[in-house]
Every structure is written in structure tokens, then in C-alpha cells.
């Protein structure tokens, strides 16, 4: 996975460098990535997988469209992780599943693989601090301590579902602040 996303941040430093055969091949390497990912996510939600090559059209224009906003000296993958979760929800949405995306299975992206938080991971916490105590407390234990959302729970005397709650309005939060718009 290392290797990958080193060889993918690469490519895409070359296109946003205006290399456009290196951004023509980080997008051919991406589809099969994010359509394994996307057919994952719609089995788990009981829709059919044919709807993936949709969300990965979707993926790879929301790509295009805000590559400006990744920081070359972070890392890719999970930024592109993270434009599909979103992809993928809102396609769930608009088609009126009942399922749900368990941010469980998204644990590798929220929690920090050891106990240094990564640069980014302390421009999380530092945005945090401005947040409600409940969502601050959920953000430390999934961010920086890298529990789930059932240790998260028991740890802050939650249950699952607030926890949910808490992170998404947290994290509402931190994207308008970070966008500017907060």
C-alpha cells in the first residue's frame, strides 16, 4: 500500500505539474482501486455492484475537479479514500438505500497509525480545540488514540449512534473551517 501511494502521489505531482500522460495513468491505476472499493461499499449496503462504475466516474471527476486541494506532502490514498466514502454515500442517499456505510470499515483512514500524530492529524486536533466538548472528545479518540466508533463509545459513555453523530457534525465542522466558510 506504501509503495502504491508513493507511486501515486508521484503521478500526481507530475500532473499537477502539467504532466498529462502521468495524470492520464494516475487515473487509469485509480479506476480498478476505487472500483473494488465501491462494489464493497454497495454489497455491504445490499444495492447492486453494477452501480459502482458510476461512483468511480464520479470519484475520478471529483479528483479532477479538486486536485488543487491535495497537499502534495501528504499522503494520496486516503485523500482519494475519502472522496469516495463521500461519493459512495451520497449515491445511497440519492437512490433511497436503507443501508449504511459502517465507518468502521474506514478505521485505517481515521485512526493514526501510531502514537505520533501525523502533520495533519495535529492541524486536526489544533481546528478541534475550537470545537463542542462532545465532538472535540470523539475527534481525540478516533483521530489521535485510533479507536473505533464501539471502543469510542464505551470510552466517552456513548452510544454508537451519538458517537456517529458527533463525528459527523465534527467533522461539518472542520471542513467549513477549513474551507473558510466557518
Do not use: C
Amino acid at each position: 500500500m506504501k509503495d502504491r501511494d508513493e507511486e501515486w502521489r508521484g503521478l500526481m505531482r507530475a500532473g499537477l505539474a502539467g504532466d498529462e500522460a502521468a495524470y492520464r495513468q494516475l487515473l487509469h491505476a485509480l479506476a480498478p482501486f476505487l472500483r473494488q472499493i465501491a462494489r464493497s461499499g454497495l454489497a455491504r449496503a445490499g444495492r447492486p455492484v453494477a452501480e459502482a462504475e458510476d461512483i468511480v466516474q464520479e470519484v475520478l471527476i471529483a479528483i479532477h475537479l479538486k486536485r488543487a486541494s491535495w497537499l502534495s506532502t501528504e499522503p494520496f490514498v486516503p485523500w482519494v479514500r475519502a472522496i469516495l466514502r463521500h461519493k459512495l454515500i451520497d449515491a445511497l442517499r440519492r437512490r433511497g438505500a436503507t443501508g449504511s456505510v459502517d465507518i468502521d470499515d474506514l478505521a485505517e483512514v481515521i485512526a493514526a497509525p501510531d502514537g505520533t500524530p501525523e502533520i495533519a492529524t495535529r492541524d486536526v486536533v489544533k481546528l478541534a480545540e475550537t470545537l463542542p466538548a462532545g465532538q472535540k472528545a470523539v475527534i481525540r479518540a478516533m483521530f489521535v488514540d485510533g479507536h473505533d466508533t464501539a471502543e469510542t463509545a464505551r470510552a466517552l459513555n456513548m452510544s454508537p449512534g451519538a458517537v456517529r453523530v458527533q463525528l459527523h457534525r465534527a467533522l461539518g465542522a472542520l471542513a467549513g473551517m477549513l474551507r473558510g466558510t466557518i
